[in-house]
């Protein structure tokens, strides 16, 4: 090819980028190569069928354009699945046959019919995929008290044969931040297609979203979801981002069609399916409907295997980084539940002790994490805890609160449970209404209101506020 296709075609790509805006431009066009100018025709290249038949029907006329805005004599372009034989001789080893019933609808098989593919990431982000972290695998996932049973839902998933039935659908993970969600989910990617058994798709709420708006936008969801439909496993991780009514009711579609269909559905969320209060009631109980598992925060134990795990990765790449058990029982001891917090107490040390060449010692790792020590740090409170704590404390029963009596002695806890709702968690107003029996938002700010008002002169009302406060927090 001629310096001056490659130019005209830089030019080409930088009209469709801005033609179509950075997102798209990179979700769909950043692996297209020119192959061949001849006559009028411009030859053009993707890695997989599904991008092929995506651009073609979307953005064939475009990119044409594109073309002619460039080279007036372009009259025709033609868009071909690079070959995988041609690829084979770049990707450093072939790998097993991806082996899905539609295994070979994306993924162009070489000549010996196999796909050379499987857990390839570029191929996974190809199908629609969100990029993966190679090091987010089971093998480097330390299992703990607080996530004994998701560990073992997410092997057991990773496993299944295609032939299995399907034992909890969907699996439904939830912690607060940190704690390994994301972790697990792509350990069960990684897992799943390096198995081959079931096509595994990892996608971000966000990544969800993006692929049915566009596809929405352009009237045809038709390829994203015949996409879908080659996959075995769909794993969504932070559910919680899912926005949008339209979006939602794609959700809501795809997941009772893949459940439907024996498809295993994965999600992960910092909440539990019954506060994702943007999604409606059907969702929500078909969500609650498989293994809903909550993962709780990392305790002192965990961190310290965790720690322990993540100095021996490292010691690959640094042999001389060497970190006494003591330091990493103090880490363990005192920098928050967190599992960034963790890795990034540890990446500290890494560079102090690369950058000075001075040991790792109990004196320096206090002065390096200083600032990643635990605070004190509040607990997730919930919604339950709350009604029943108050409920206990008043005398009367969970129901009455959620009832809609207005009796002078239910109330005051009420008003008392809905004011903690309030400030103990990070719940909306409308959200808190719904789990009082469903109500309105304006009756949970009264009841806020109220009871803020008289805190500051009943004396013997915020000492009770306090205690309950004191012990859901506990
Ligand atoms: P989440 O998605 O729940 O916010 P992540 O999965 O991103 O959390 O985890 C945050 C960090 O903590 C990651 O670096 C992850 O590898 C690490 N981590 C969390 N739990 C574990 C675990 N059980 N074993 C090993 N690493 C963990
Ligand atoms: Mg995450």
Redesign the pocket.
């Known amino acids: 090819m001629s310096n001056g296709e490659q130019e005209n075609w830089s030019r080409v790509k930088e009209r469709l980028r801005a033609d179509v805006g950075d997102d798209v431009y990179s979700s769909w066009f950043a692996r297209m190569d020119l192959e061949a100018i001849e006559e009028g025709t411009v030859r053009l290249s993707v890695p997989t069928r599904f991008l092929k038949s995506w651009i073609q029907s979307h953005y064939a006329e475009r990119v044409l354009a594109c073309w002619q805005a460039q080279e007036e004599k372009v009259t025709r372009v033609e868009l071909i699945v690079r070959s995988a034989v041609l690829k084979s001789t770049v990707l450093p080893k072939a790998r097993p046959d991806l082996g899905g019933e539609n295994g070979g609808r994306y993924i162009n098989g070489n000549s010996n019919g196999r796909a050379l593919v499987a857990g390839d990431p570029s191929v996974h982000e190809a199908l629609g995929g969100s990029p993966l972290d190679p ?2 695998t089971f093998d ?5 008290r607080s ?1 004994t049973l998701a ?1 073992a839902a997410a092997k057991q998933v990773a496993g299944a044969r295609r032939t299995d039935p399907v034992m909890f659908n969907p699996l439904y993970i939830h ?12 350990a069960v990617t990684w897992a799943g297609n390096a198995a081959g058994e079931r096509k595994v798709l990892y996608l971000t709420a966000e990544k969800f979203m993006y692929g049915f708006v566009s596809a929405l936008r352009t009237q045809t969801a038709l390829a994203f979801k015949e996409a879908l439909r080659g996959i075995g496993v769909l794993v969504i ?2 559910l919680q981002f899912l926005q949008g009514k339209s979006t939602q009711a794609e959700f809501c579609h795809t997941l009772n069609a893949l459940i439907d269909a024996g498809r295993q559905v994965v999600i ?1 969320s ?1 909440r539990p399916p019954s506060d994702l209060e943007s999604l409606d009631d059907r969702v929500r109980s078909r969500l609650a409907g498989g293994l809903v598992v909550e ?1 709780a925060p ?1 305790g002192e134990e ?1 961190r310290f ?2 720690l322990k ?2 100095v021996m990765a490292a010691r690959a790449h640094h042999p001389a980084f060497d970190v006494p058990l003591p330091v990493l029982g103090y880490i363990a001891k005192t920098v928050t539940h ?3 917090d ?2 990034g107490a540890l990446n500290r040390l890494l560079a102090h002790n690369k950058l000075t060449g001075h040991a790792v010692t109990l004196e320096m790792a206090e002065r390096e994490v200083r600032d990643l020590i635990r605070p004190q740090e509040p607990k997730r409170v919930k919604i339950e805890d709350i009604q029943r704590v108050v409920a206990r404390q008043y005398n009367v029963s969970r129901s009455d609160l959620l009832s809609s009596r207005r009796t002078a002695n239910v109330v005051r806890p009420r008003q008392v449970a809905m004011y903690l709702a309030k400030t103990l968690t990070l719940r909306s107003l409308p959200e808190i209404g719904r789990r009082f029996g469903g109500r309105d938002h304006t009756t949970v700010l009264h009841a806020v209101r109220k009871i803020e008002g008289l805190v500051g002169n009943d004396m013997a009302l915020a000492e009770e506020i306090e205690i309950l406060k004191r012990q859901l927090q506990e």
């Open positions: 090091r987010l480097s996932f330390v299992i703990g996530n560990h912690s607060g931040v940190g704690l390994g969600k994301t972790h697990l989910l792509q991780d932070d992960a910092d993962m990392l965990l295997e965790i795990a993540r967190n599992g960034r963790l890795e």
